[in-house]
């Protein structure tokens, strides 16, 4: 019996979860024949790009899909997503096994399907049927898919960065990326906004330590090393950096504006002049528009 498109896709997620690509600080405790498995689905699901496009595995379980246009000179489209997910944590607290990629009223369950499995599988299957159907770009096309974006590797190998250096390998920088993050929501006219991020914060790791002298339980000090280490931890929260509007956030805002009515649309339209008043929007705003207007370090 043939599959409905819908049914086909279900299929294929459903598929997805059930590999359990887990990722892990300590790279060798991560089960590499998840992604093995993984990769096995893609090839027999995607024939078409297997067969037109260069597959150059990158780092420990990266992908790098390449189809070559013959205009090196136009910017390159990537598609990106990563392939591992975080550790299931609390069994008890699921519904359903968290990888067992159940199917139930319209709702698949399991690690992995919204963050990010459902992104290269949406991937996967546009570029599939377009090729299919005849299309050929006249840029080069990649997609990109990690296996690290969950933690930070104590070995400080990256997938995402290696599938970066391999690009960068092949003449390729400047590109038009598509890639995890940002949403489409519904306004209170009904109207699809689709959030476009044209920047990203990036991480900063403090390491914070103490020399202090050694002591006896029988004679203890004022302080401890561990109250003062708190102390500074407490410090720094109090006193965040400052917010800085960024010509990125600026323009976000103003172009949000016209999709906005009331304050929103008074403060949104000109946020220089109504700084104050937009500095108290963050913590009420969705994710996506809290990545664009933050802190400096």
């Not at 708190?230 to 965040?240: K, N, S, T």
Request: aromatic fraction near 10%; hydrophobic fraction near 35%; charge should be negative.
């Amino acid at each position: 019996m043939a599959f409905t498109e819908e049914q086909k896709l279900t299929d294929h997620l459903q598929h997805f979860i059930a590999c359990q690509t887990i990722s892990n600080e300590d790279l060798d405790k991560v089960d590499w024949r998840e992604f093995t498995k993984l990769h096995a689905l893609l090839e027999a699901y995607y024939p078409v790009i297997y067969k037109l496009f260069e597959v150059i595995p990158v780092g420990r379980a990266g992908l790098l899909f390449h189809y070559d246009s013959g205009h090196p000179e136009k910017t390159p489209l990537v598609l990106s997503a990563h392939q591992d997910v975080v550790e299931p944590g609390a069994l008890e607290l699921w519904k359903k096994e968290p990888f067992s990629g159940a199917y139930e009223d319209g709702i698949i369950w399991g690690r992995g399907t919204t963050d990010c499995k459902h992104l290269f599988l949406a991937e996967m299957e546009a570029v599939e049927a377009a090729f299919s159907d005849g299309f050929r770009p006249s840029y080069d096309l990649y997609i990109a898919l990690g296996y690290s974006e969950e933690i930070y590797t104590i070995s400080g190998e990256d997938g995402g960065r290696l599938l970066k250096e391999a690009l960068a390998a092949r003449g390729v920088h400047q590109i038009v990326l598509f890639d995890e993050g940002g949403s489409v929501t519904t306004d209170d006219k009904g109207h699809r906004i689709a959030h476009v991020g044209l920047g990203d914060k990036s991480q900063i790791v403090y390491e914070l330590y103490k020399d202090g002298t050694g002591g006896h339980s029988s004679v203890p000090g004022l302080h401890t090393d561990m109250g003062a280490l708190a102390r500074c931890i407490v410090a720094l929260e109090d006193h965040p950096r400052p917010y800085k509007l960024t010509d990125l956030s600026r323009g976000q805002l103003k172009g949000m504006a016209k999709l906005e009515t009331g304050d929103k649309q008074r403060i949104f339209s000109d946020p220089d002049r109504y700084w104050d008043e937009v500095c108290e929007w963050p913590v009420r705003m969705p994710a996506s528009m809290r990545c664009s207007i933050r802190r400096y370090v």
